[in-house]
């Protein structure tokens, strides 16, 4: 089974710095997706960014930015000039992509809950 | 993208009780996804509906105390049945759009 790791329960940075938040997962399978999603206070879960697990080439998303590297089975996220709407907790999840049961291939990481100071 | 309406976004129920939560999701989706997040944890899914066949729950999740329904390709319901305490958390519908996971507002619910 697939599992994923975020070795950072809480992390902090400054307002307009860049931080970096770790993820590995452990998997058998070669093709699949990998994601950050950013929950809020308002609790509504909301997509950072996303990774197919058979392009080489990092995704990028404005100032969010991924360091895939496959071999290692490392999925980190990178916010650069940080905000204070930036604040929220950050899940990784895995995703297989085989099979029609999407859902259920969804596997969720425990959480690292990111601080902005002003 | 896809866009997901979740009711009501917070309760305070009586143990005992039950509590109905409803999604609608702005266009068909095969499948719906119910989820749970106890406070400060991650996401543990509860089960997967349907349209037209009983939902399939996870290990741990039952039918009689989370009851769902999806009549449609659009709207699923979560019912969580003869509360207490511990019921007390988060709960999150969830559809997919192009291998990505979308959720709706979240149901934060307390039993007293």
């Known amino acids: 089974a697939q599992t994923v790791t975020q070795s950072q329960p809480e992390m902090s940075v400054q307002e307009a710095e860049t931080v970096t938040l770790s993820c590995t997962y452990d998997?058998?399978?070669?093709?699949?997706?990998l994601f950050w999603y950013k929950q809020p206070p308002s609790r509504q879960m909301i997509l950072v960014i996303r990774q197919e697990a058979y392009k080489q080439q990092n995704a990028t998303e404005n100032r969010f930015s991924v360091n895939f590297q496959k071999a290692a089975k490392s999925f980190s996220l990178k916010i650069s000039d940080s905000q204070l709407g930036d604040a929220a907790m950050y899940f990784c999840a895995y995703r297989s992509a085989k099979g029609s049961n999407y859902g259920q291939n969804f596997v969720f990481g425990p959480g690292t809950r990111l601080s902005v100071l002003p | 993208s896809a866009v997901i309406s979740q009711k009501p976004s917070r309760d305070i129920c009586q143990r005992g009780t039950s509590l109905t939560i409803q999604c609608q999701v702005d266009s068909q989706v095969t499948m719906m996804f119910w989820y749970r997040q106890q406070p400060g944890q991650s996401l543990t899914l509860i089960a997967t509906a349907n349209q037209g066949s009983e939902a399939t729950y996870e290990s741990g999740f039952v039918i009689d105390k989370f009851p769902i329904s999806r009549p449609n390709l659009t709207f699923s319901t979560l019912t969580v049945s003869n509360m207490s305490p511990e019921d007390s958390s988060i709960y999150l519908c969830s559809a997919d759009r192009a291998a990505e996971a979308f959720f709706g507002q979240g149901t934060r619910l307390t039993v007293v």
């Open positions: 998997t058998s399978e070669s093709d699949y997706y």
